[in-house]
């Protein structure tokens, strides 16, 4: 179908669907055409190799999963050897996400992988809730999210896309710092910080005590992020959270964003975005909607 394609700055996705970081990996190729999804995005990667956080690193809630991974990562050497040349192999564009521990080192691996002909753009994932101080992201903070992208601007002209942090008092504020910084979009959002408790062992039921809550039950709160994101910033947002169908990415869609990352659905069934895109073609089908950008922040107020 056509009518579906989208652009997140310079960067041209045949459909608005693509995965979101760390719920997406090389083995899905065998269930999944990656040639179908608007961009390939695989998880974080850091400068070094890390082990991650302490296990058990993933319970599930009612209507969600906490997680507190803590970006395991095999480091930028593998990455740039292996990972890259996995995904250039497919027609999709490769986003490579990154995850640091200083904004110098944002910048670093951020140059490096722009450098790279197959990263078609970037994602600075400077929003997981998962690594030290308990979820303290730089995202959290309006200064550091402009000096951190302002910095990784200067290294690359390649579409810079930031995630932010949903753990915050306002993020149209944070919004607005990032794209002062020279951002080229926005994904809204990482996990939200969260806590549960095995009440028999009564210990948490993560290792790391709290982690980052994704899936259907934080939906509603990824709207409402998304409608404040659109109202203050003209960046393009890519909406991330709780997406688990058509419906679902329609109504990121309707709230103002241009694309949308499907996460936790992919744990539950590995074909979850292919469904997804044909019920959205569904939907466009049975509102005779030509151009699925007709629909971009189109929800109705009054
Ligand atoms: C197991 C797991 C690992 C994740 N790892 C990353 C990561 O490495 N980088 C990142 O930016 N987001 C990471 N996320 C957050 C997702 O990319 C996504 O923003 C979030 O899960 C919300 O979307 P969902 O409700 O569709 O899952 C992770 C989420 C889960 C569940």
């Known amino acids: 179908m056509s009518g579906l394609e989208v652009t997140i700055g310079t960067l041209k996705m045949k459909n608005p ?8 990996g090389e083995e899905m190729a065998k269930i999944i055409d990656f040639n179908q999804l608007g ?5 974080s990667i850091t400068k070094e190799a890390r082990k991650g956080n302490p296990t058990p690193r993933i319970c599930e809630t ?3 999963m906490i997680n507190s991974i803590g970006i395991q990562s095999k480091g ?15 027609t999709s564009p ?6 640091a521990d200083s904004i110098e080192e944002f910048a670093e691996v951020s140059e490096k992988l722009a450098s790279m002909k197959e990263v078609a753009s970037l994602e600075l994932n400077i929003s997981c809730p998962n690594l030290k101080n308990n979820g303290l992201a730089f995202g959290m903070n309006e200064n550091i999210t402009y000096q951190l992208v302002k910095e990784v601007r200067q290294v690359t002209d390649k579409p810079l896309i930031v995630k932010l942090s949903p753990n915050v008092t306002n993020i149209g504020v944070i919004a607005m710092a990032a794209e002062r910084g020279g951002a080229d979009a926005l994904t809204v959002a990482n996990t939200f910080i969260a806590m549960s408790i095995d009440v028999h062992t009564r210990k948490p039921k993560v290792g790391k005590v709290m982690g980052g809550i994704s899936g259907p039950a934080i939906k509603p709160l990824v709207i ?9 910033s003209a960046l393009p947002i890519i909406g991330s959270g709780g997406v688990m169908t058509g419906e679902d990415a329609i109504e990121m869609i309707l709230a103002g964003a241009t694309a949308v990352q499907v ?3 992919n744990f539950i069934n590995p074909t979850a975005m292919m469904t997804i ?4 073609e569904d939907y466009m089908r049975q509102y005779e909607i030509e151009d699925i950008k007709d629909l971009i922040g189109q929800v109705k107020l009054t």
Request: glycine letters at 8%; charged letters at 10%; a positive charge.
């Open 17 to 24: 669907i693509m995965p979101a970081s760390g719920t997406f």
């Open 39 to 43: 961009a390939l995005l695989p998880k």
């Open 62 to 64: 009612f209507g969600g």
């Open 76 to 90: 930028l050497d593998y990455y740039q050897k292996v990972t890259v040349p996995f995904y250039s192999q497919f």
């Open 94 to 99: 490769l986003i490579s996400s990154i995850s």
């Open 224 to 232: 409402r992020l998304i409608h404040q994101v659109h109202q203050v």
């Open 263 to 265: 996460g936790t659905a």
């Open 277 to 280: 895109l044909s019920e959205i």
